[in-house]
């Protein structure tokens, strides 16, 4: 029941510009967090939704612009979590006179269902927005206000959310969990006196708006005519940001917590280098698109050639998306299998691959046979992401054990090491080596005990559960 990583934004414009092709573009920006569906939401309309990505609407963007004018909105794309992906469960959702957006996983709905009525959970038809949305309007309908009620609601529930919601009374409100596991910042436009909110800074950059910062993990933020209002609703100081963003989910154009993505991501790779320093490799390459920049940093440290040996095919039918994050294992394996390698660059070297992350294996597979056939005389790995062997239940789609390329499924304890050694006999590699959680938090300049390591540690404490693991198959009814 557990996957996530949406885009979300926010905007409301002081001046009472249109704020509609503004959402549109931060949606755009936003994409690389969700593929499957997108959506725009304004006070007192039914949400506008669509399947596919924000570009292949762009036939209707005048009339949508022309139709939902407003000074105040809010935007989604989606990366399905809990409920199909369809347009029904795409977001923003509309519950009484609140539109919600949501980046996030409120893992225990079903524990939630019980608390809301009237729907029946199954894992294909619940989503985790809606029963958390339809638990927010009740707990307001009962103390009035949304702080007190995202108060009551990050106690009832387990996971992970970055809100935006907009109401028929013309506010559009933000609120980040009190762990700030997902990103979320405040951006300001000048020349039309607006507001945004975002998952990232990209989506400020892409509409000429400027950092202002963070949303701090507990803070809601209001912004109406009266200006931007800001408070706690919980005052937690223990946080837990995903460090799964800072090797894969963010663009490297964004800053997170301080940290711009693209140089947290070339000093992840040299840190990586100091950790295994293959010193005897021909050249460095990165697995296109997201390793780029930490194969470079790598590289450079390592005083070894960089080389672009692989090369993702933007024609075909799924081209330009991100596998990891597509909802089926067959599309997933179709993105992959369309990666051409450059035999020229490839053949006869010692050639040292790096990714940011080895979570299915889809990808490392299918990229090492490749890389054999263009000859590779020997095949190096290094991924900067710790070896995960936990699901995630505050962000990512891995929900599972199971599913986990580092599953053994016979109920024997392995080491880490014996598990790197499985690994890497499966994908076919010479060697294989993972990042750990110490190099990686320093290599991005914070504390690792702010951050998020729950997939390679099976901490579960910042969760405040203890998981009985189950199978894909009982979490989303595939
Ligand atoms: O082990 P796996 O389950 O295959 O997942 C990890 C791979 O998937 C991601 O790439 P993706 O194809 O999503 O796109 P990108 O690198 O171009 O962003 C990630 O960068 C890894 O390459
Ligand atoms: N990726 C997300 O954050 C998804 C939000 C929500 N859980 C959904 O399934 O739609
Ligand atoms: S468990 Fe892993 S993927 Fe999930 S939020 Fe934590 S670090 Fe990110
Ligand atoms: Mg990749």
């Known amino acids: 029941m557990v996957k996530e990583n949406c885009g979300v934004v926010g905007i409301f414009s002081l001046d009472g510009a249109n704020v509609i092709p503004m959402v549109i573009d931060a949606l755009r920006a936003l994409q690389h967090r969700g593929q499957e569906a997108w959506g725009i939401a304004v006070p007192k309309k039914q949400p506008y939704k669509q399947l596919g990505l924000v570009s292949s609407g762009v036939a209707d963007f005048d009339k949508v612009t022309r139709e939902y004018e407003s000074s105040a909105a809010i935007g989604h794309v989606r990366y399905s979590t809990m409920g199909k992906s369809n347009l029904e469960n795409a977001q923003p959702l509309k519950v009484k006179d609140l539109c919600v957006a949501h980046n996030g996983t409120i893992s225990n709905a079903e524990e939630l269902t019980g608390m809301v009525g009237g729907c029946t959970f199954t894992p294909q038809n619940v989503s985790d927005t809606l029963i958390a949305a339809q638990r927010l309007v009740t707990l307001m309908s009962e103390n009035g206000k949304l702080g007190n009620a995202l108060s009551i609601l990050k106690n009832e529930m387990v996971g992970s959310f970055c809100f935006t919601f907009v109401s028929d009374d013309n506010s559009v409100y933000a609120a980040r969990d009190p762990k700030g596991f997902r990103p979320m910042v405040l951006g300001y436009r000048k020349d039309n006196n607006t507001y945004i909110v975002a998952s990232e800074s990209a989506a400020l950059s892409a509409m000429g708006a400027q950092l202002v910062r963070d949303v701090k993990p507990g803070e809601l933020l209001k912004i109406s005519p009266t200006g931007l209002e800001s408070e706690m609703f919980s005052q937690e100081k223990k946080y837990a940001h995903c460090s799964f963003e800072f090797t894969y989910f963010a663009h490297p154009s964004s800053v997170m917590e301080g940290s711009n993505i693209y140089l947290a991501r070339k000093r992840i790779g040299q840190f990586l280098a100091r950790k295994f320093a293959i010193k005897d490799a021909d050249i460095v390459i990165p697995v296109p698109d997201s390793a780029r920049p930490a194969a470079l940093g790598y590289a450079q440290e390592l005083g070894v050639p960089f080389e672009e040996g692989l090369l993702k095919d933007r024609y075909s039918r799924k081209g330009p998306l991100r596998s990891f994050i597509e909802p089926h294992q067959s599309d997933r394996v179709e993105i992959n299998r369309w990666i051409i390698p450059i035999t020229q660059v490839i053949s006869g070297k010692h050639v040292v691959v790096v990714d940011d992350s080895l979570v299915r294996g889809t ?40 599913e ?64 009985m693991f189950k199978t894909r198959a009982e979490v989303r009814g595939e």
């Open 404 to 467: 986990l390329v580092t599953y053994m499924g016979d109920g024997r304890k392995y080491s880490e090491e014996e598990i790197t050694e499985k690994v890497r006999q499966l994908i076919g590699a010479d060697f294989l080596g993972y990042n750990d959680a110490k190099n990686l938090a320093a290599a991005v300049g914070m504390d690792e005990n702010s951050m998020c390591f729950t997939c390679s540690s099976g901490d579960y404490s910042t969760l405040g559960i203890k998981p």
């Open 363 to 402: 990808s490392s597979k299918a990229i090492i046979k490749a890389l054999r056939r263009a000859g590779a005389r020997k095949i190096s790995m290094v991924i900067t992401f710790p070896q995960i062997q936990f699901p995630c239940y505050a962000g990512i789609d891995f929900p599972s054990q199971d």
